[in-house]
């Protein structure tokens, strides 16, 4: 009970959009089923950039559809995904800040074109990437 009565705190984390340009398919319902971010679709090998500061926790191919992948863990239980890249510039473990390289677009995995497919998770939970950039 001693948490409840603490003010919540502003997020001090800031987001920057990943890749420049339009965004396409945006976070929802999809028939059934919920797209679980969304997507940037750009020319294959358009620079990716880290949407904020943090640490990479995977950076490799995923059989479950995302093809390759990074994941970045920021502060306050919030991690970033970057999905279907053809090429990927970081190693777990490195630290980046927001706008550096971390891949270039592509369309490995479950695509249908090359996009940058991002998502937002805070502590697992995905969310709206809107709401964070």
């Known amino acids: 009970m ?15 959009a990943p890749v420049a340009g339009r965004i396409g398919d945006r976070y929802g319902p999809r028939g059934v ?3 679980s971010g ?3 679709p750009a020319p294959a ?5 880290a949407a904020g500061r943090g640490c990479v926790s995977y950076a490799g191919f995923d059989g479950g559809g ?5 994941v970045i863990r920021h502060r306050m239980g919030m991690t970033t995904w ?8 970081v190693r777990p473990g490195a630290c980046v800040v927001a706008g550096n390289r971390i891949g270039t677009v592509g369309s490995t995995g479950r695509s ?3 996009h940058l497919h ?6 697992g939970a995905v969310l709206d990437p809107l709401t964070g950039l």
């Open 112 to 114: 249908s074109g090359p």
């Open 118 to 123: 991002f998502e937002m998770r805070l502590r």
């Open 66 to 70: 995302y093809g390759n992948l990074v």
């Open 33 to 35: 089923q919920l797209h």
């Open 2 to 16: 001693r948490a409840l009565r603490r003010p919540v705190p502003r997020s001090p984390l800031r987001f920057v």
């Open 38 to 40: 969304m997507d940037y």
């Open 82 to 89: 970057y999905a279907h890249l053809a090429s990927i510039a």
């Open 45 to 49: 090998g358009t620079p990716v950039g």
